[in-house]
C-alpha cells in the first residue's frame, strides 16, 4: 500500500508538470529526445518531464526598432537614418528550426538592408519619396526572412538627420526657388496688364468722349481720398500757346535798328569807352 501510494503521488506529481496551457496566440514546437514532435496548441498540451523539451512561440505583430544608422547617400551626403519593422511568425517550427533567434536576426537583417538601400538613392529622394523607398526595404527584408517563417508587414522610415550646413543650404536653395517664381509670376502679371492696357489704349481712342470719361473718373478717384497733394494733369496741347509766348520776346523790347531799347549805338561810342 505504501509503495502505492507513492507510485500514485509521484504519477500525480509527473502529470502536473507534463500539463501546459499554451494561449491563443501562442504555439508550441515540442522536441523529445531532441527530435521535432511538431506544433502544439492553443489550449491544454502534455510535455513528459525529462523526455520533451516545449519552446513557445508567440505569433503577434512585433514592432522592432532599427537604431539610427550612419549612412552616405548614392550624392555623397552623411545622413542618420532611423526605421521600424513590423513583423509577425507564421510558420513555428521553421522560426526555431531554421534560424537560431528570430527577432535577432531580422532586427540584423533589418539594419543592413536599410544602409544598403539608402545607400543607393540621393538626398531628394529620401526626403521626397520615402514611399517609394519603404516598399523597398520591406520586399528586401521580407525575402531574406521568408525561409525563417517570418512575415515582414511594414517598414517605415521614421527620422532622416542631416548636417546643418546642408540644411542651411537646402533653406537657401528653396528661398531662391520662392524668389525664381515670385519673379516669373510677377513678369507674368506685366505681361498679361501690358497687354489689356494696349486694348484699353485702342479701345479708348477710337472715342475721343470716352477718354474724356476716363479722365474725369480719374480725377473722382483722386478726389474721393483724403489727400493732401493731388498731382492734376493737364494736356500739353492747353499749356503750348503759353509756352511758346514765354519763349518770344515782346515787340517793345527791341530799339529801331534791331537793338535792344537803351543801347548805344557802335559810332556814338566816346573815347573814354577805350581806356580801361
Known sequence: MVWALIGVVLGLLVLATSVRILKEYERGVAFRLGRLRGPLGPGFCLVVPGLDKLVRVDLRVVTLTIPPQEVITRDNVPARVNAVVLFRVTDPERSVMVVENHAVATSQIAQTTLRSVVGRADLDTLLAHRADLNDDLASSIALQTEPWGVEVAVVEIKDVEIPEAMQRAMAREAEAERERRAKVI????????????????????????????????????????QNSTVVFPIPMDIISPFLDA???????????????????????????????
Open 246 to 276: 514765354i519763349r518770344q520776346p515782346a515787340p517793345e523790347s527791341r530799339g529801331v535798328n534791331g537793338h535792344a531799347a537803351g543801347a548805344r549805338p557802335p559810332a556814338e561810342r566816346t573815347s573814354d569807352d577805350h581806356r580801361p
Open 186 to 225: 510677377s513678369a507674368r502679371g506685366e505681361l498679361e496688364a501690358s497687354a489689356q492696357l494696349r486694348d484699353a489704349s485702342l479701345t479708348l481712342s477710337e472715342s475721343p468722349a470716352s477718354l474724356q470719361l476716363r479722365y474725369l473718373q480719374t480725377l473722382l478717384e483722386l478726389g474721393a481720398d
